[in-house]
């Protein structure tokens, strides 16, 4: 593998990932998240919180005491998708060895993907003004569920006064914002990114819709093994949450300051199927683009990259189309794992927790297993990694995002020096 030096338009250029954070199902910071992950363990478990409902099961983020981690008054004015951000963006901002009194707040961009924002507190305030009480409506329930907060409670609490943003691409919407961080450093708008993405989807009414979608799985009498990628017998995703952040820099900034890189991210490619407003393309023709794209941006060809971190959601159609996407360009598709077998999907928020498990698989040179796949269906000519951690020499690996509308973003990574 040969990496391009420079190119048109900032092309082949990577930059450093020097931190990350980690709130997922399988754990709270990188460390157990990770652990969690190479268990290859299912966190699937019925949800008190969706009782009723036709789907009550999810992937929650374990023992998470807001209050005990943000103070009292700072956790009770955030929802849970916020509070996710917040705390992987200092878990990010820590292990990159960052201090936020020490840096020039103008120079730090925040990017965070959210694909639906929150509906946590809405439910009380809905039945205040259907009663007719609109004055008990709370002030805070708007402002604390508007998706753009995740990137704007980073701020406040960090003091970074750069770019400041959410992107919405359904549940691409986590790689996207890396890509967009990348590109600012990149375009010289800012010196640091705190980019990620981050979200709760295991809310009443996100849940109904997406049953009544046929999107989820009816295992409920199996929450455990029912979110299971490329599996023969895949019935639909389990809802998941969290959040993951990336600490993204200029490599010559991070070498200037003595910064040892995680990995670097090399390339991001985005594209759009303008097939169907939830189905993917079958033959999965946008996200082949997309990947093509992200592998000519970072300078590689298909059999350069060792691993895929595949989107891998557990829905008969979308695993199918991805399939297809990989074999439309790779010849040999190298090893693949799906971590929402393990913690669900996250939506806005997984593509940014699949970024930064792609990082520490490149780190670590080990692939997590794929929970809950048992046969893999015979449609699937993959070399899905299963059962249990591999040991894998790895010098590239991709990471995988598709979503409802059609939104495509892939991320190419490659190991640092």
């Known amino acids: 593998m040969q990496l391009a030096k420079t190119g048109a338009a900032g092309r082949c250029v990577p930059v450093a990932v020097t931190g990350l954070g980690l709130v997922t199902p399988a754990g709270i910071g990188r460390g157990a998240a990770w652990e969690g992950l190479c268990a290859g363990d299912s966190t699937a478990a019925a949800d008190p919180g969706l009782d009723g409902l036709p789907v009550a099961f999810s992937c929650r983020v374990p023992d998470l005491d807001a209050a005990a981690l943000l103070g009292r008054r700072l956790s009770r004015r955030l929802d849970r998708f916020t509070v996710f951000a917040l705390l992987a963006a200092r878990e990010a901002v820590a292990a990159a060895g960052l201090a936020p009194d020490g840096w020039d707040g103008a120079r730090i961009g925040v990017v965070m993907g959210v694909g639906t924002g929150s509906m946590q507190g809405w439910q009380p305030e809905f039945d205040r003004l259907a009663n007719g009480t609109p004055e008990r409506v709370s002030p805070l329930a708007l402002p604390r569920s508007v998706p753009n907060m995740a990137a704007a409670e980073i701020a406040l609490d960090l003091g970074a006064t750069g770019p400041n943003m959410v992107v919405s691409t359904a549940c691409a919407s986590g790689t996207s914002a890396i890509g967009l961080g990348r590109d600012w450093l990149l375009a010289g708008r800012c010196d640091l990114v705190l980019a990620g993405g981050s979200e709760s989807a295991r809310l009443p009414m996100t849940a109904a819709c997406f049953a009544q979608l046929r999107a989820l799985s009816r295992r409920s009498g199996a929450p455990h093994s029912a979110s ?188 640092a020096d």
Do not use: W
Request: aromatic share 4%; with cysteine; glycine share 12%.
């Open 228 to 415: 299971r990628p490329f599996d023969r017998d895949r019935d639909g995703f389990v809802l998941g949450e969290g959040a993951g952040v990336l600490v993204l820099e200029r490599v010559a900034d991070a070498r200037a300051r003595g910064a040892r890189p995680e990995a670097y991210l090399a390339g991001f490619g985005a594209s759009c199927d303008a097939h169907h407003v939830t189905a993917p393309h079958p033959g999965g023709d946008g996200a082949a683009r997309a990947l093509r794209a992200a592998l000519a941006d970072a300078g590689l060809a298909p059999g350069d990259v060792d691993h895929v971190n595949a989107h891998g959601t557990s829905t008969p159609q979308g695993d199918a189309a991805e399939h297809n996407a990989l074999h439309q360009v790779f010849a040999r598709v190298p090893p693949v794992t799906a971590v929402k077998g393990a913690i669900g999907h996250a939506i806005g928020g997984a593509g940014a927790i699949e970024a930064a498990c792609t990082v520490l698989s490149l780190r670590h040179q080990l692939v997590p297993p794929t929970a809950n796949l048992d046969v893999l269906d015979p449609a699937m000519d993959l070399d899905v990694v299963t059962k249990v951690p591999r040991a894998h020499r790895m010098r590239a690996a991709v990471s995988n995002s598709f979503g409802f509308g059609g939104q495509n973003a892939v991320l190419a990574f490659t190991t």
